[in-house]
């Protein structure tokens, strides 16, 4: 199949073609609001960085033994540009992929995509339940608190702040940022 650019349309199909689960969309529309975002301060293209935000996980509730492994065949089959799929696929380097995050856009989303998660179960425990209110200050606190919101790797989320050459607080303002975009998609 011939390499095309995918539209934000083909790209939703396909992810619910392979997720029925809330949370996990929950979190692609996340990862997608925050990579939004992040091209945008960039200057970069925010629909690309905002695909494969949104496509990150798609091969993860179908095929969670063989994630990122599945989803570069699913997309190369749809014809999917290399770059696109290069990108998904290294935000699982070190974990399910060799692929190492290279470009902006490739550390970008190995950076935010674990802290989305430790920012939802900082929100969903605050009175308001929601990202309009939080600050960094409040992420930071439960950041050290290493039984709070457990499954989430602080060594990935610390790694990627390292390759974006960013300070913590200022990666977790961006990600906050980016889900209040989305708030509204992803229910906080």
Known sequence: M?????????????????????????????????MRYMARKRGEDEEKWGIVGLMHD????????Q????????????????EYIR??????????????????MEKTLYAVDELTGLITAVAIIRPSKSVADLKAKSVMKKWKD????????????????????????DLITDVIMGMRDVADRIGL
């Open 2 to 34: 011939q390499e095309h650019s995918p539209s934000y349309e083909e790209a939703l199909s396909i992810l619910k073609e392979f997720n029925s689960s809330d949370s996990l969309l929950k979190h692609a529309y996340s990862v997608e609001g925050v």
């Open 58 to 65: 798609l091969d993860y509730e179908r095929y969670p033994e």
């Open 67 to 82: 994630h990122c492994e599945k989803a570069r065949e699913i997309l190369s089959e749809r014809g999917w540009p290399e």
């Open 87 to 104: 990108a998904i696929v290294s935000h699982g380097w070190g974990m399910c992929s060799d692929v190492e995050p290279i470009t902006e």
């Open 146 to 169: 290493k039984s709070f919101a457990a499954g989430v790797d602080r060594a990935i989320i610390e790694k990627g702040r390292t390759m974006l050459g960013v300070e913590l607080r």
